[in-house]
């Protein structure tokens, strides 16, 4: 089974104004995401401007944290030496229609496929940053 989390020592993200709403619900435990307020497309990742439209009138709003794996890749190599694999890279579409770059967690590699429904879970690790990886939805 690949691990839950990865250990401490991997590069982490540095919050700042435009994320920190973001990174700020992880810590408790919502996914939040930006949503125009002119067309109502969902903006991930954050920005100043909907991608659909070009509005700034962006709101932060809470996710359901549920979807299905649209892609994924088993990583053998890592980038960095800290990460321990092998582990599940997947870009997740959430119920909402947006798209997530993470982590899947809690399973086999093997056992991953295309449309599986997942679940976010969350992993505090430092007293700033809590990482949403995906887990097989229960």
């Known amino acids: 089974m690949t691990l839950d989390v990865q250990p401490s020592g991997i590069p982490l993200p540095q919050p700042w104004s435009l994320t920190e709403p973001h990174w700020e619900g992880c810590r408790r435990g919502k996914l939040l995401v930006q949503r125009c307020e002119d067309c109502g497309h969902h903006v ?3 920005q100043y401007a909907c991608t ?50 993470t982590n899947l967690v809690g399973l086999e590699p093997e056992d991953v496929r295309i449309g599986m429904r997942v679940e976010v879970a969350f ?13 097989p939805a229960e």
């Open 52 to 101: 659909s439209c070009l509005s700034e009138r962006l709101e932060w709003v809470p996710s359901s944290g549920k979807g299905v794996v649209y892609s994924h890749t088993t990583v053998h190599r890592p980038q960095q030496p800290a990460f321990e694999t092998p582990y599940v890279c997947a870009i997740v579409e959430l119920d909402e229609g947006w798209h997530m770059l």
């Open 44 to 46: 991930f990742i954050p």
């Open 123 to 135: 992993h505090a690790v430092s007293d700033e940053v809590t990482l949403p990886y995906f887990r």
